[in-house]
């Protein structure tokens, strides 16, 4: 474990970000990504997105904090990352990629630190804007998350050994999985529903009965 956070981890972090073409190629040939360090980075990730929301100004926030639970939008970000994982890694399965689940989770999770730093930059410069500044802030958010999503398709293709246009069509058909995965679990988790209530049932009338 100490090994995963060790100093050469989260230098070579940094030099994906900076040099995301060549990182995530070393990534998946020499092992120097840092699955833990990219699950670390997508909880930072979901606590800077709720800070955001909470503690943007109202110039460029109309969110009511009363309706933000971090533990709640934390797991539903840590969810969404897991979705995304599995259905890329399923779909690349069947197209010959040569990327493996944990390279996923590293190429994914690393694309987060640029918009974790957007959202904390814009949450600190609301903070000074008037009512017609706002576009300052939303220039940071779409530089970041540009940025961030232009990391993980860099990723995707190189864990991949993917070119540029299996790489897109590869993300469309990600999504597609992500739908049908969220179908398959709601479906089974109302015919689950179901048949609890059947047994519940049937055990309240024998309860009634003796």
């Known amino acids: 474990m100490l090994k995963a956070f060790s100093k050469e981890k989260w230098q070579y972090l940094m030099y994906t970000v900076s040099h995301p073409m060549d990182g995530y190629y070393w990534i998946r040939r020499q092992e120097r990504g840092s699955v833990p360090i990219a699950i670390l980075?997508?909880?930072?990730?979901g606590i800077c997105f709720t800070?955001?929301?909470?503690?943007?100004?109202?110039?460029?926030?109309?969110?009511?904090?009363?309706?933000?639970?971090?533990?709640?939008?934390?797991?539903g970000v840590l969810l969404f990352y897991l979705l995304l994982c599995v259905s890329n890694w399923s779909v690349t399965s069947l197209m010959n990629g040569e990327g493996r689940l944990k390279d996923i989770a590293i190429a994914i999770g690393y694309g987060t630190?640029?918009?974790?730093?957007g959202l904390v930059l814009a949450t600190l410069v609301s903070q000074f804007l008037a009512d017609d500044e706002q576009a300052f802030y939303t220039i940071i958010l779409i530089i970041t998350i540009a940025?961030?999503?232009?990391?993980?398709?860099?990723?995707?293709?190189?864990?991949?050994?993917?070119?540029?246009?299996?790489?897109?069509?590869?993300?469309?058909?990600?999504?597609?999985?992500?739908l049908i995965i969220v179908f398959i679990v709601l479906l089974l988790t109302n015919l689950l529903g179901r048949v609890f209530n059947f047994f519940a049932s049937i055990y309240t009338e024998i309860i009634f009965r003796t």
Do not use: C, W
């Open 51 to 75: 800070s955001n929301r909470l503690l943007a100004s109202f110039v460029v926030n109309d969110v009511d904090p009363r309706g933000v639970n971090l533990a709640f939008e934390l797991l």
């Open 113 to 117: 630190l640029p918009v974790s730093f």
């Open 147 to 178: 940025y961030g999503l232009i990391m993980v398709m860099i990723g995707i293709m190189q864990v991949h050994n993917y070119t540029l246009g299996k790489t897109l069509i590869t993300l469309f058909l990600t999504f597609v999985a992500m």
């Open 41 to 45: 980075l997508v909880i930072v990730f």
